[in-house]
């Protein structure tokens, strides 16, 4: 199993700043991907940005050039660094390691930005 614990969130206005992060117990190279999702109320969860094993990315379109998902391997910790904020960008994100063919998530942080 994977445990993970998110933290960072919380309130901004539009156009500011965050950077979530995410601590893992695996280590790196056990791990076959991290992502981060998110999800808005009503909504359906969706992917934020991904990073594989080997330190490859993606992004979702919309966020591509705003957010940046990046890891400390030494310390075990996911990051996704956010920028330019907007109100759509409010929900609750979630960290998401892909583990031995099987899927593991935090507890979700919120995000709520005002405009």
């Known amino acids: 199993q994977v445990q993970l614990v998110e933290s960072g969130g919380g309130l901004v206005q539009a156009g500011g700043s965050l950077r979530l992060s995410c601590a893992y117990s695996r280590t790196t190279f056990s791990i076959n991907a991290m992502a981060w999702y998110r999800q808005a109320p009503g909504k359906q969860r969706e992917l934020v940005a991904g990073?594989?094993?080997?330190?490859?990315?993606n992004y979702a379109d919309s966020m591509k050039g705003r957010f940046t998902i990046s890891r400390d391997t030494a310390n075990k910790l996911v990051y996704l660094a956010m920028n330019s904020l907007k109100p759509e960008d409010t929900a609750v994100y979630y960290c998401?390691?892909?583990?031995?063919?099987?899927?593991?998530w935090g507890q979700g942080t919120q995000v709520t930005v005002s405009s």
């Open positions: 998401n390691a892909r583990y031995m063919s099987a899927d593991y």
């Open positions: 990073i594989t094993r080997d330190g490859s990315t």
